[in-house]
């Protein structure tokens, strides 16, 4: 069982940056594909930004590409996600999901394991 602890939500104004953090309750992450989802008020989950286990590979959703980075610490701890240029659509809660395996997938339902998520809201 892996549990996912999120921090680093706010409420923030239109163009500035926040970094979300996300680390795993006594152990690493290095086993695992890491994800960035988000769910805005009234609407369904959707795809930020996944990274595959050895951080090779990422993907971003098409309203963050350019502006949010997903990244790994080198101790393998904490996955990140770095969000600049933050508009007031990006209001949503945050959940970062670990994927038993090495590939990362772009379906919220492939993830095994999930946080509890952290709110940012971006005033206009």
């Known amino acids: 069982q892996v549990q996912l602890v999120e921090s680093g939500g706010g409420l923030v104004q239109a163009g500035d940056s926040l970094r979300l953090s996300c680390a795993a309750s006594?152990?690493?992450?290095?086993?695992?594909?890491m994800g960035w989802f988000r769910q805005p008020p009234g609407k369904e989950r959707e795809l930020v930004a996944i990274?595959?286990?050895?951080?090779?590979?990422?993907y971003y959703g098409d309203s963050v590409k350019g502006r949010f980075t997903i990244s790994r610490d080198n101790a393998e701890i904490a996955v990140y996600l770095q969000m600049n240029s933050l508009k007031p659509e990006d209001t949503a809660v945050y959940f970062c999901?670990?994927?038993?395996?090495?590939?990362?997938?772009?379906?919220?339902?492939?993830?095994?394991?999930w946080g509890q998520g952290t709110q940012v809201t971006v005033s206009s």
């Open positions: 006594g152990r690493t992450l290095s086993n695992y594909a």
């Open positions: 999901a670990a994927k038993s395996g090495y590939a990362a997938r772009t379906r919220a339902a492939d993830y095994d394991y």
């Open positions: 990274m595959n286990r050895s951080g090779g590979y990422t």
